[in-house]
Nanobody, 119 residues
Framework: QVQLVESGGGLVQAGGSLRLSCAAS????????MGWYRRAPGKQRELVAI???????SYADSVKGRFAISMANTKNTVYLQMNSLKPEDTGVYYC?????????????WGQGTQVTVSS
């Protein structure tokens, strides 16, 4: 089992910055990718950013050039640096980890951290 704990959310003015952290613990071997998703009020959960174990990254078009996902060198913590925040970035941000073991893909989710951007 993999446990994910997010932190770093809060209230920030438009144009400000936040850094989210996701700490993974438990059976972390075999994790091929970690990512951040968000759910805005009344909307579906959407992908924000993904980073693979090899360091490759991918971003939603809406956050390209503003957000950056990275891993600590221990590879058990992933960060999301969010700059130039906009009100539409408001939502609950969830950390995700994908693990492949014995031919089965497992998805793990954190509890989420609230990000609120005021105009």
């Amino acid at each position: 089992q993999v446990q994910l704990v997010e932190s770093g959310g809060g209230l920030v003015q438009a144009g400000g910055s936040l850094r989210l952290s996701c700490a993974a613990s438990g059976s972390i071997f075999g994790i091929g990718a970690m990512g951040w998703y968000r759910r805005a009020p009344g909307k579906q959960r959407e992908l924000v950013a993904i980073i693979t174990s090899g360091g490759s990254t991918s971003y939603a078009d809406s956050v390209k050039g503003r957000f950056a996902i990275s891993m600590a060198n221990t590879k058990n913590t992933v960060y999301l640096q969010m700059n130039s925040l906009k009100p539409e970035d408001t939502g609950v941000y969830y950390c995700n980890a994908v693990q492949t073991e014995v031919g089965t893909v497992y998805n793990y989710w954190g509890q989420g951290t609230q990000v609120t951007v005021s105009s």
